[in-house]
């Protein structure tokens, strides 16, 4: 039996259910202790105990691969489509087979996008809040959504998705991505080279993966070129937004809101200035986290970690 360690959040919020068909496969799944993030030190200690290794948003470094090679690693498989931070040129270099699981949730991700982007228009979050915490019960005057314009960096498998659920809203859509050609068969979207166009935009949604090409491709300059008023969501990573940057421009009103799925740093500290902005909406990380996509991304996981350590 190999042993393998989990360190996916979305994972060990249903463990129990895979491990019989884990074990069917000879394959022992260990839960990790986390509710995010281990740290590269935690790591680098637990990972030569295990054969293999699922893998979060964890720092999966050369040194922690290194590490986990001087014991008893062989290979891992990084649950979901993200991959920025995992070094898949450290395991080719130290000969780790490794690979993720991709075009399991759009679907699931691009509904969060449209959840933050009808409650942002009709402050739907703020007026729960304001009942539940203050007693309140405010009647704030909301956006149509009907007519205005979205942008959506990335046309990928979340892309699309949330490009498809726009298309009953009565929308214009911009999508940025120099990776895809043409409109994808969406009669109702023309394209842009990002920051072009920014301008138009009354929404921006970030549906795309964090490279080296495009971490804080939202900064102070291209948030200065945005609509005054305009609202960003990000359902993708947040290193792809300058946080400093956006919280000055929610500070200033030049962003009247933002709905934000994901964080530079995770959890999103106590002290940050985001807690303090009642017209903004906040996720854990967890925009991909349905029973169902669960299911579909760990299965492959746990069938690609087994093929990998009986190849």
């Known amino acids: 039996m190999q042993k393998v360690l989990v360190t996916c959040p979305p994972m060990l919020g249903m463990f129990d259910e895979f491990v019989d068909p884990a074990k069917a496969l000879g394959i022992e799944l260990v839960a990790a202790k986390t509710t995010q993030v281990l740290t590269e030190d935690e790591l680098m200690e637990l990972l030569p105990h295990y054969d293999g290794w699922i893998i979060g948003d964890d720092p999966a470094t050369k ?7 001087k014991g008893k690693l062989k290979a891992a ?7 920025d931070n995992v070094d898949f040129a450290a395991c080719k270099e130290l000969n780790i087979p490794i690979i993720n699981t991709p075009n399991m949730f759009g679907g699931e991700v691009a509904d969060v996008a449209m959840a933050f982007l009808l409650g942002l228009a009709r402050e739907t979050y703020y007026i729960d809040r304001e009942i539940r915490c203050n007693n309140g019960w405010p009647k704030p005057a909301g956006m149509s959504v009907a007519g205005k314009t979205v942008g959506v960096v ?3 498998d979340i892309g699309k998705h949330t490009v498809k659920r726009l298309s009953g809203f009565d929308v214009n859509v911009v999508v940025y991505d120099p990776g895809v050609d043409g409109n994808q068969g969406f009669d109702f979207v023309s394209r842009e080279n990002f920051p072009n166009g920014l301008e138009q935009l ?3 949604i970030f549906t795309c993966a964090l490279n080296k090409h495009n971490f804080h491709m939202l900064d102070e300059n291209a948030l200065s070129k945005m609509k005054v008023g305009s609202k960003v969501i990000n359902v993708a990573r947040g290193p792809l937004i300058d946080e400093k940057a956006l919280i000055s421009a929610l500070e200033s009103g030049h962003i009247s809101a933002a709905a934000l799925d994901v964080f530079e740093e995770e959890p999103l500290p106590k002290t940050s200035p985001l807690r303090d902005m009642p017209q903004c909406i906040f996720g854990s990380h967890n925009g991909s986290n349905t029973k169902e996509g669960v299911r579909r991304a760990t299965n492959e996981a746990i069938k690609k970690i087994a093929g990998f350590l009986y190849a």
Request: glycine content about 24%; proline content about 0%.
């Open 77 to 83: 498989v990084k649950w979901g489509i993200g991959v």
């Open 154 to 156: 990335g046309f990928g």
């Open 63 to 69: 040194q922690v691969f290194e590490a986990g090679i």
């Open 202 to 204: 009354d929404f921006l």
